[in-house]
């Protein structure tokens, strides 16, 4: 049976559903919030692979007639021209102002389909099923949308609500195991913004979750997605468009985003590892202006080696040029960075006042370069 979470956002509330093989009823869900019994499904390549015959099938079982866009595979698929090529589809197709589509994929899907939704006559509605851990708990709830730039990522989008979210943990069991340990990344970092009770739990649970076998890592990723489910809601719910607490939601981003800008956005680094990287800097930096312990910023960085989400370390970086990608962050404001930085585990907080001598000295002592 489904698991529900409600994202409190007045008028615009919508429901996360989370459980085992909940894409094969997905159409009864989907029937409920349609107009007329017509969608488009916009998938990427990889994902159609896997997973959608299964949402097909459940939209067929209720009458719900469909057209399936299929995209090229991978982050270089949130761009201005799969943007444009997206948008002039859904008008070949005739969508109307009150019709609705479906992005089934990870959180590159997601976040273009969720844009482009928003702009196409517009605005008009969408549903997101998620079939990566990423995507799962953090980038198919909130409302975020967009594509990158060559400037930076995220760079270009809009806050656009889904009207659904249906996520089915057995479709992470046809990923390759290097995006489960990506998408992990994201689900430590609500335990160290503010919940050292659920990162312990993490520590005795976490290799489990991401290999263990099929019954006990099924039960701990529906545990740790509806968590990470929950805490994102309630933040949400307090700060939707991002002008205070939600920030804190990008713990280990701006350095990630820097990492991810460095290496061109492509698939040899994972948002997910550089978020790993990035969390491991932020606390790195905590520590050297003096907020948190040697011993936080080992049990961090222990954890993620422990979990292997520390491949990124394998690459070389240009400090300079990281640096660089940092000034281009979408969060500068008066021209200084905020950063999540913390004070222990599970104590994490904004600041704009981080000397960013003592981000450069961070990174030269951590990345190759």
Known sequence: MAKTIKVDLGNRSYEILIGENILDTAGQHVRALLNRASTVIVTDENVARHQLFRLQASLAAESIT?????????????????????????????????????????????????????????????????????????????????????????????????????????TLETLEPRHIVAGYAEIVKYGLINN???????????????????????????????????????????????????????LGHTFGHALEAENGYNDNLLHGEAVAMGVILAFQLSEKMGLCSADDVYRVKKHFEQTSALSILDFNFNVDSLLENMTRDKKMTDGKLTFVIAS?????????????????????????G
């Open 66 to 170: 469909f057209e399936t866009i299929i995209l090229p595979a991978g982050e270089g698929t949130k761009s201005i021209s799969h943007l444009e090529n997206l948008l002039e589809a859904m008008l070949k197709i005739k969508l109307e102002r009150n019709d609705m589509i479906i992005a089934l994929g990870g959180g590159v899907i997601g976040d273009l389909v969720g844009f482009a939704a928003s702009v196409y006559l517009r605005g008009i509605d969408f549903i997101q099923v998620p079939t990566t851990l990423l995507a799962q708990v953090d980038s198919s709830v909130g409302g975020k949308t967009g594509i990158n730039s060559p400037q930076g990522k995220n760079l270009i989008g809009a806050f656009h609500q889904p009207r659904l979210v249906i996520i089915d943990i057995t």
């Open 196 to 250: 050292p009770s659920f990162f312990m739990w993490l520590e005795r649970n976490g290799q489990v979750l991401i290999s263990g076998p099929k019954a006990q890592n099924r039960a701990l990723r529906s545990e740790a997605i509806l968590k990470s489910c929950e805490a994102k809601s309630a933040i949400v719910a307090q700060d939707e468009k991002e002008k205070g607490v939600r920030a804190l939601l990008n």
């Open 344 to 368: 222990g585990i599970g104590k994490s907080y904004l600041s704009r006042d981080v000397d960013m001598e003592d981000v450069k000295a961070v990174l030269e002592l951590s990345l190759k």
